[in-house]
């Protein structure tokens, strides 16, 4: 994988376990909070990933820093509609003010306000839209700040599927870790392609588009600095890296659970090759890809939990008993793993509703 998505925090844990020999939680959350060898970053289309330190400079370059200017400016105008004259000074003001307060043991968003009272501004966000709210700068301040470099994600303050986390100084966070300034965003954004096509390709360009977040002119032109041959892809022009031509070795017949937002089906747009005819069953109505089953490379049903955390599925095409089989043993061991948690989606599907009965 090239990051995993962050959306949903249960999707991290889960995500990571599918591909561990020794599925583990704790192995996970050590990576996280006690190693601190991944960290949660913002990046491509503006979507929350877990990116390895490692590899922090290359996102960041190649990604965030466009979309973290995006956003500075997008909390500028709701600052100067909301009233405030100078908003460039205002967030510089409020930085500053949330560096000094921050403390090496991390701080829960609500002190950080209580602290810094310049955040207790209040500012209208989706403006002549159906999601319109009066809300505090708060959170948008924290973000903007993560995504430029200042402020780190920590642990969450509940359990493993938590979404509130603790803020860190970033400097602090990763130690000796930090992220190379000297790389530039042209290397980064070719080496965030080549790592993405030796993942996912051969795929066309509309793909690497999407994934990117990137304009097409950009993704062009990144693509013409790497080492790529064409080649057809469900009647398509796809490319694929020069020295990753030759197909893989078919593997053993395998099944795995992947949770909502993995990171394999939401590494291409067109997902028709795979998904088959099940969209409408294991997405949700904004286009958030649901728990998966999958044999052998392609999608064959959903997957929830009863109430008291039982991992139930739903097979919706004809695979037969032995891949039946299968996928009841996999099944029982994500029940093991999850020990009774029962994981509350962010994005619950049609097919998601059934198995657990959602209202």
Request: glycine letters at 8%; a negative charge.
């Given at each position: 994988?090239?990051?995993?998505?962050?959306?949903?925090?249960?999707?991290?844990?889960?995500?990571?376990?599918?591909?561990?020999?020794?599925?583990?939680?704790?192995?996970?959350?050590?990576?996280?909070?006690?190693?601190?060898?991944?960290?949660?970053?913002?990046?491509?289309?503006?979507?929350?990933?877990?990116?390895?330190?490692?590899?922090?400079?290359?996102?960041?370059?190649?990604?965030?820093?466009?979309?973290?200017?995006?956003?500075?400016?997008?909390?500028?105008?709701?600052?100067?509609?909301?009233?405030?004259?100078?908003?460039?000074?205002?967030?510089?003001?409020?930085?500053?003010?949330?560096?000094?307060?921050?403390?090496?043991?991390?701080?829960v968003a609500r002190r950080i306000t209580e602290a810094v009272?310049?955040?207790?501004?209040?500012?209208?966000?989706?403006?002549?839209?159906?999601?319109?709210?009066?809300?505090?700068?708060?959170?948008?301040?924290?973000?903007?700040?993560?995504?430029?470099?200042?402020?780190?994600?920590?642990?969450?303050?509940?359990?493993?599927?938590?979404?509130?986390?603790?803020?860190?100084?970033?400097?602090?966070?990763?130690?000796?870790?930090?992220?190379?300034?000297?790389?530039?965003?042209?290397?980064?954004?070719?080496?965030?392609?080549?790592?993405?096509?030796?993942?996912?390709?051969?795929?066309?360009?509309?793909?690497?588009?999407?994934?990117?977040?990137?304009?097409?002119?950009?993704?062009?032109?990144?693509?013409?600095?790497?080492?790529?041959?064409?080649?057809?892809?469900?009647?398509?022009?796809?490319?694929?890296?020069?020295?990753?031509?030759?197909?893989?070795?078919?593997?053993?017949?395998?099944?795995?659970?992947?949770?909502?937002?993995?990171?394999?089906?939401?590494?291409?747009?067109?997902?028709?090759?795979?998904?088959?005819?099940h969209r409408e069953r294991l997405f949700d109505r904004n286009?958030?890809?649901?728990?998966?089953?999958?044999?052998?490379?392609?999608?064959?049903?959903?997957?929830?939990?009863?109430?008291?955390?039982?991992?139930?599925?739903?097979?919706?095409?004809?695979?037969?008993?032995?891949?039946?089989?299968?996928?009841?043993?996999?099944?029982?061991?994500?029940?093991?793993?999850?020990?009774?948690?029962?994981?509350?989606?962010?994005?619950?599907?049609?097919?998601?509703?059934?198995?657990?009965?959602?209202?």
């Amino acid at each position: 994988m090239v990051v995993l998505h962050a959306t949903d925090p249960a999707s991290v844990y889960l995500s990571a376990a599918a591909r561990l020999a020794e599925p583990s939680l704790d192995a996970v959350a050590d990576a996280l909070y006690e190693e601190r060898s991944v960290v949660r970053v913002l990046a491509m289309r503006r979507t929350l990933f877990i990116v390895p330190v490692l590899s922090l400079a290359v996102v960041e370059r190649s990604s965030t820093d466009a979309v973290a200017l995006k956003e500075r400016r997008r909390l500028e105008q709701y600052l100067t509609d909301g009233g405030i004259e100078n908003p460039s000074a205002w967030l510089e003001e409020a930085a500053a003010a949330i560096e000094h307060v921050v403390p090496s043991e991390g701080i829960v968003a609500r002190r950080i306000t209580e602290a810094v009272p310049l955040l207790a501004t209040r500012i209208v966000v989706g403006a002549g839209t159906k999601n319109e709210a009066d809300v505090g700068a708060t959170s948008r301040v924290l973000g903007v700040l993560a995504s430029e470099g200042l402020l780190q994600r920590g642990q969450p303050t509940g359990g493993w599927t938590s979404r509130q986390h603790r803020w860190h100084l970033r400097k602090e966070w990763l130690g000796d870790n930090q992220s190379d300034d000297e790389l530039d965003e042209q290397t980064a954004s070719a080496e965030i392609l080549r790592r993405w096509l030796y993942v996912f390709g051969p795929a066309p360009v509309e793909d690497m588009k999407w994934w990117t977040g990137w304009t097409m002119t950009k993704t062009r032109t990144t693509l013409g600095r790497l080492d790529t041959v064409e080649v057809e892809v469900d009647g398509r022009t796809g490319h694929v890296m020069a020295d990753d031509v030759e197909a893989d070795t078919t593997p053993e017949t395998w099944v795995a659970l992947l949770p909502s937002l993995d990171p394999t089906p939401m590494g291409w747009s067109n997902r028709d090759w795979f998904l088959g005819p099940h969209r409408e069953r294991l997405f949700d109505r904004n286009g958030n890809i649901g728990p998966t089953v999958w044999i052998d490379g392609r999608i064959v049903g959903g997957w929830g939990q009863r109430p008291d955390g039982t991992v139930v599925t739903s097979i919706l095409e004809d695979i037969g008993s032995d891949h039946a089989a299968m996928i009841e043993h996999r099944a029982a061991d994500l029940t093991e793993l999850l020990d009774t948690t029962v994981v509350k989606p962010s994005f619950p599907t049609p097919l998601q509703r059934e198995l657990a009965h959602f209202d």
